[in-house]
């Protein structure tokens, strides 16, 4: 982009907070070509796994050094147009931007929240640092956005992840002290999107940077309340002005003083292959502020919240008693998901959590050994995914969700159908085909395509007919 393309203001501004010198040079950087990134889903597949020469060649890799799993490729290469992306093995996500959820060190178990979600590059990254274990809330405020962070999550495979959509009071009023970890990628005036996207340039201006600070502090109240004692903090926005990143966090230092700040981070464009961003990790103190009785008086447990439940671990007949416990109509499907599983996906083991049946739907909802969550916390609340989506129930009959294909494997399915990548086959089931296949063939098929699902079919007289969803199927 031209160095005139950017408002003047705009220009001054980074020119009196990194001086003449740097100032220049950051200015430069914005006629250089953007960094393209993609990071691994460890979920499925690691640095070490075959596909993965496939990949480096494929798509030109260079490790991202912030990021064990993130890579840069080459835009010619496409990735996102790759039959591998439709099967979930790596989110497109701009370099620095991965930069947040590294500093922020997820582990499996902890429940978690990203409070700021969609489209999902922060959420798809703590749950494979989760390796599926533990509860990750991923919230968005908008409707249309939090669809497409439910996607995201779907194409990741991931089980262990509620999608809600709720204004981020609509979440601390219902999960108070709640989190060991909560992610807050805030909505922010973008300026490290200029060269990404130049419709940001346009939007800016000094007073959008005001409003986008007053909107940051805002949240940040209600992140807070949410935070366990003890509980990290990742605060992050893909701007530079001092005002949104560490004016706002030295005002969240004086405002509450048992937060303290572990570390700062920036990527900057002159200095490092990336397009910026900003990152703060901060720990909530002990319990000291809660003696004082410094934390919010508007924020009171819901009665019934924590509940101290063991979770026991175990295979899906030793979580039937669990759906005992609740309705007969959520029994009833969780044993039809039971007898179809026996039959087609015997190697599926939930994560730790308990079968909930919405309607017609059935879902198995996670929960971490910090948090219990029941349905009736979630009332009133839109809930976009109530974690992992297994099937419907349909007179009578199971019939498996797609959601539960993404978050299989190969070897947890009876039968596989596994394709080339560059195959027509590949390109024919992903624009939502029938594929021919053996007489020999029958029942439910986890479809892969190196090994990895892309979704289900059903098998009878020679033909697979396709099961992936109408909204789901592209052209290559
Ligand atoms: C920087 S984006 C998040 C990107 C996401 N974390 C990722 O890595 O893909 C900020 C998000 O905040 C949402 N947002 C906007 N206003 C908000 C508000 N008042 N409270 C909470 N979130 C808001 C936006 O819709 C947007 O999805």
Redesign the pocket.
Known sequence: MEQQALPADYVKNMTNLLGAEEGEQFLKSYGKPRAYGLRLNTLKMTPSSPVMEVMKNQFHLREVPWCQNGFYYEESSRPGKHPYHAAGLYYI?EPS?MSAVELLAPEPGETIL??????????TQIAARMKGEGLLIAN???PQ?AKILAENVERWGIRNTVVTQS??EGLSSRFPLTFDRI?L????SGEGMFRKDPEAVKEWSERSVEACAA?QW??IHDAIKMLKPGGRLAYS??TFNRQENEETIARLLETYPFMELITEKRIWPHKQEGEGHYVALLQRGGTAEEKLGIIGADVKPIRGRLQAESGAKGGRKAKAGKAAGSSKETLAAWQAFQTWADEDLPGYIPADGSPELFGEALYWLPRSSGLSLQMSQLSGLKVPRAGLHLGELRKGRFQPSHALAMASSAKEAARTWDLEPTSPEAAAYLRGETLPVPDSLKGWTLVTVSGYPLGFGKASGGQLKNHLPKGLRIQL
Request: charged residues 25%; negative net charge.
């Open positions: 996500q931007a990203d409070l700021a979600g969609a489209p999902g590059g922060k959420t968005e405020i908008h956005r204004a981020p992610m990628d805030a909505p922010c909107r805002d949240i926005t893909c």
